[in-house]
């Protein structure tokens, strides 16, 4: 009898040491943010288990890591990252990845310190080939996706009576130089970071100007400053979103990176007054 019980222990358990080294722990892929993991999805989504680091309605660049979520990523089979002081503790964990590590700024052309390449569609596509071969799948539907975004962009924004984007942080320059528009930006490249009264004064000058009517704010932070902003110069606000991750309701709407470039572009079309 009881060498009946020891049976049933040794092969229950064998059988649950099966499930727990499935596929689903052996193909997780971590993706260190939204558009990262926007990406993976589309390329891999169903051959991998993407799971995005930065919960729903947090701003990434404050992301904090838990011990279980540093071991998530030691153990990951492929870990989705930006260098560049974008998430100083995702980049310090993945130094302990054992899986395959893919910084998806190498080999893109950065300005100065800026990480905000996904808000470029053509340097997004090239970020997704990169994925494709580190997923082993192909990513030509996301690239021709992304290659008409971009198509859409350069229509839109072709003619328009202003080239000046005011907005509350620095994540639009890529955006920007793709396009032919200048950036106006309130704070630095980290949305927390606070304007000197000299820099805030400089950016009123500027905004004055250029006769801008819109500073733009966005979906994760507060948008204390640039309302301070279009007070002083009698402008509008609007919501330009730097689709570092999706709140909750843009999730019950089921809203995704296409979708909300789109909705960039309506929102910079009515700033700049294009035709």
């Known amino acids: 009898m009881i060498s ?4 049933i222990l040794v092969s229950v358990g064998f059988l649950a040491g099966c499930g727990s080294g499935g596929s689903s722990a052996k193909n997780a892929v971590l993706a260190a943010f939204y558009p990262l993991a926007y990406a993976a999805e589309r390329i891999g989504g169903g051959d991998y288990n993407v799971q995005n680091l930065t919960p729903p309605g947090a701003e990434p660049h404050d992301l904090e890591l838990t011990p279980q979520e540093v071991g998530r990523i030691v153990n990951a089979s492929v870990v989705l990252y930006l260098s560049h002081g974008f998430q100083p503790a995702v980049s310090k964990a993945v130094k302990q990845a054992r ?4 910084d998806v700024l190498t080999g893109l052309p950065l300005r100065a310190n800026d990480p905000h390449v996904w808000l470029d569609p053509i340097l997004f596509a090239r970020i997704a080939t ?3 071969a580190a997923l082993h799948r192909p990513s030509s539907v996301l690239v021709a996706d992304l290659r008409k975004l ?3 962009y350069r229509n839109g924004l072709r003619d328009c009576k202003r080239r000046e984007i005011v907005t509350s942080h620095a994540a639009f320059g890529y955006l920007a130089a793709r396009y032919g528009l200048e950036q106006v930006a309130i704070t630095g490249l980290a949305p927390e970071s606070e304007p000197s009264p000299q820099q805030l004064a400089h950016v009123i000058a500027i905004v004055r100007r250029t006769q801008a009517t819109t500073v ?7 948008p204390r400053l640039a309302k301070t902003v279009a007070h002083e110069v009698d402008a509008h606000t609007a919501v330009l979103d730097p689709i570092e991750g999706l709140t909750p309701d843009e999730q019950k709407r089921g809203d995704d990176y296409i979708t909300l470039m789109r909705r960039n572009l309506v929102a910079l079309r009515k700033a700049l007054a294009c035709r």
């Open 150 to 152: 971009d198509r859409t």
């Open 4 to 7: 009946r019980i020891v049976l």
């Open 216 to 222: 733009f704010f966005e979906t994760l932070v507060s």
């Open 99 to 102: 899986g395959t590590k893919v």
């Open 130 to 132: 990169k994925l494709g």
